[in-house]
């Protein structure tokens, strides 16, 4: 996927940054050896009459070039030449003989100046390995060429793959998911010159093809589909079941491992990785054997199928960790800066950005980025046949800095470095490789409910519920607007006075249980847990006459769903509109959210667990912009605007997503275009049940790659 030819300009960049990283060393590594000379009696770099700091300080810089110069030439051979020495024996020759290299470099000083007692000169040549290694690795932290080159040492593939040699085996296939990067962020990064890559690809003839998500336009609803081939019954990101009392969230690990149980035996069928897969930074593991930061896995017992072996496997190598260590230091002041930037230039709309927020951007941008491709790149020198892998540095940052900007242009830029990394690996791979970009859903930008009408969706249902609030929500017009019309209904359905505080007169039945209002985005969803069934429009309307008509007429919203006795579900908009959702179409109240609305609200409709009330903020297409329910000034998880077109970018040897004038529509479509692709790259994949998808091939256990996970990982034994 890369042409692996470099420019001149490149070489000699190259070749620059190299000769800076050994005279920085050499620098370094003559400072380590003076004070070393300071600090041990035995160690000495000057003659016995005494010299100057000058001639001294030379004499370090003599010592400590000749040590480094024979441990690059000599120790190679050394240690290819004890190759059968037994391990324990070899790591104590290793002492000796690299105490040996340094009384050869103090030798080759002239004068005698140099000298050390044996012991000594183990000491030394420990603290100066360390210490030359350690700056090495610091300076080559963002050094993607010389960190592929480590790479390829480490598996034995320093040079590109003959064609002849993989002539018989099929081609692997590689999914990179960029969370949240829209197919219209996509498009403007490339035409800003953002992620050269990609627009490379692009004019090498890939194809680049939208698709609109379901309404539930989230991670876990998408990728879930995408990964398992089914996403029934998710209707947002949270969500409350009557039937079990508690309330499902997408990221967590319990939840995940439920939805993930659900997807196969709904579908029958283990998920897209179950032929020698492999599945990197997912909510879901898609039926694969090796896993690594799966968070449907997270929460398993034991060390060989914990899907956090793969910060493990990663960390435990030092030079991983010096390199991550110092991006993410790099990032955490990055974002400090920006959040600092953005608030003394009184930036609109904006979000807090402080407290640990620092620490968890790092993490998702630097941290679990390193990891993941690091894992990539693991799989592909291991010739897995298909591996799936999230990057979610953009999503993150889109959260809090918008999904366009300075903030997000340069977490676009840094997945691209990203991708050309994994993209080169793929040429010293055993097998050719298809890359395939993709996205789970885009982000739309906007204001924050709270921020734009001073409470939440919380507060607002409160209010039309007349239920207490706070007292900055009854300052609100808003709020006063709400439960105003809460006391009037009141006072007209059940002939009671009302006091203040909205309640009313003690011979009144017992208030029932308070709603519980979960925010997804900017779709919220409102559950009355007291009643096991999903509620009617005129239950409600008997229990809390203004609810609905406050939702429905807030400016901050676009329409609400709700179930109907008379008319099965009716969806509720501003001046008075009423739509049966059997009647919906995707003009009326749903024409500002764009063609296909109408059969997204459908479709969740008929889930078992929708929630009693599902409201979907306001959209202007004017300006792109939503209002979520959360404190996110760039969101997803429901209708409206870019949030709701993802992407998909596919080399021209497969087969196009769709046929010429149709529309892809639906995390399920893309999980059976991809696994078209699969048959078309590896023959047919035979459909995998749930007990036999958690059996771990013999293939896999032989090709199991010494990055990033130790070993076979045992997968989930509920599926």
């Known amino acids: 996927m890369g042409d692996g030819r470099w420019g001149g300009a490149d070489r000699w960049r190259s070749a620059g940054r190299t000769l800076a990283r050994v005279l920085v060393v050499w620098a370094v590594s003559t400072l380590t050896m003076l004070v ?35 441990g690059a030439l000599v120790w190679p051979v050394i240690v290819r030449a004890l190759l059968l020495v037994p391990a324990l024996l070899l790591g104590l020759l290793v002492f000796f003989l690299n105490g040996s290299l340094l009384l050869i470099a ?9 000298a050390a007692a044996p012991e000594t000169a183990v000491v030394v040549a420990a603290a100066m390995s360390a210490v030359a290694s350690a ?50 962020v996509l498009r403007g990064a490339v035409a800003d010159g953002l992620m050269p890559t990609v627009a490379g690809w692009l004019d090498a003839g890939h194809r680049l093809t939208p698709w609109r998500t379901d309404w539930s336009s989230q991670t876990g609803a998408s990728q879930l589909g995408i990964l398992h081939g089914s996403n029934e019954d998710v209707p947002a990101f949270r969500w409350y079941e009557k039937d079990t009392g508690r309330i499902m969230v997408s990221n967590r690990p319990a939840s995940a491992v439920e939805l993930q149980r659900r997807a196969v035996h709904r579908t029958g069928d283990g998920g897209l990785l179950t032929v020698d897969g492999a599945s990197r930074g997912n909510l879901f593991s898609g039926g694969a054997d090796q896993l690594a930061l799966v968070l449907s896995m997270a929460a398993r017992r034991g060390r060989r199928n914990r899907s956090r072996a793969g910060y493990f496997a990663y960390f435990s190598d030092p030079a991983n960790a010096v390199r991550t260590a110092g991006s993410l230091v790099a990032e955490c002041v990055r974002e400090m800066y920006q959040s600092t930037r953005a608030r003394l230039r009184r930036e609109t709309p904006r979000v807090s950005r402080g407290g640990t927020y620092p620490f968890v951007r790092a993490f998702a941008t630097v941290v679990e980025r390193d990891v993941v491709v690091s894992a990539v790149m693991g799989d592909m020198l291991a010739g897995r046949t298909a ?33 050309a990394l994994i993209a080169t690996v793929a040429e010293h791979a055993p097998r050719p490789y298809r890359i395939v ?8 930008p ?11 969706l919380k507060d607002l249902v409160r209010a039309g519920c007349g239920l207490p609030v706070p007292r900055r929500v009854r300052r609100t017009p808003s ?5 105003d019309a809460a006391r009037d209904a009141l006072r007209s359905a059940l002939h009671r006075p009302v006091d203040e505080s909205g309640e009313t007169a003690r011979e009144l039945p017992a208030r029932p249980s308070e709603p519980v209002v979960l925010a997804s985005g900017n779709l919220g969803l409102i559950s009355f847990p007291d009643v096991r069934h999903r509620m009617t429009r ?18 901050g919203v676009g329409f609400v769903l709700v179930a109907s006795a008379e008319h099965g579900s009716v969806v509720l908009a501003r001046d008075g509109v009423e739509v049966p959702v059997a009647e919906l179409a995707d003009g009326g109240p749903l024409a500002v959210f764009g063609r296909g609305a109408a059969a997204a609200v459908r479709r969740t409709d008929g889930f078992p667990h929708v929630a009693d009330i599902m409201v979907n903020s306001m959209y202007d297409p004017a300006t792109g912009t939503v209002h979520a329910f959360e404190e996110q000034i760039g969101s997803h998880g429901g209708l409206g605007g870019e949030q709701s077109r993802a992407f998909l970018l596919s080399p021209p040897d497969l087969s196009p997503p769709v046929g010429a004038g149709e529309e892809l529509v639906g995390a399920e479509r893309v999980h059976r275009v991809l696994r078209r692709w699969l048959r078309e790259s590896s023959g047919p994949q035979v459909p995998v049940g749930p007990a036999a998808a958690l059996e771990i091939s013999p293939s896999a256990r032989e090709t199991e790659s010494i990055l990033p996970v130790e070993g076979p990982v045992a997968p989930d034994k509920n599926h």
Not at 155 to 160: F, H, I, L
Not at 390 to 418: C, F, I, K, M, N
Not at 437 to 444: E, I, R, T, V, Y
């Open 479 to 483: 709020g006063s607007e709400a439960r």
């Open 387 to 419: 591996v799936y892998a999230d990057l979610v540095a953009y999503d993150e940052v889109a959260h809090h800095s918008g999904p366009h900007g300075r903030d997000t242009d340069q977490v676009l830029a840094r997945l691209d470095r990203a991708i």
């Open 36 to 70: 070393l000379a300071g600090v041990l009696p035995d160690f000495q770099l000057q003659s016995a009459d005494g010299d100057s700091f000058t001639r001294t300080a030379l004499t370090a810089a003599t010592a400590a070039g000749a040590f480094g110069l024979l």
């Open 446 to 456: 906007g204001e924050t409910f709270e921020s734009a009408y001073g409470l939440t």
């Open 135 to 184: 700056t090495s690795t610091a300076l080559a932290v963002r050094d993607d060429d010389a960190y592929r080159r480590r790479l390829y040492r480490l598996t034995g593939r320093t040079r590109p793959r003959d064609p002849a040699d993989s002539a018989g085996a099929g081609p692997g296939t590689v999914f990179l998911q960029l969370d949240g990067v829209g197919h219209h």
């Open 538 to 555: 005129e239950e409600i309307d008997r229990r809390h006459p203004a609810l609905l008509r406050t939702l429905a007429h807030h400016p």
């Open 106 to 114: 103090l030798w080759v000083i002239p004068d005698g100046r140099g």
């Open 437 to 444: 970009l993709l996205s789970d859903h885009g982000q739309s």
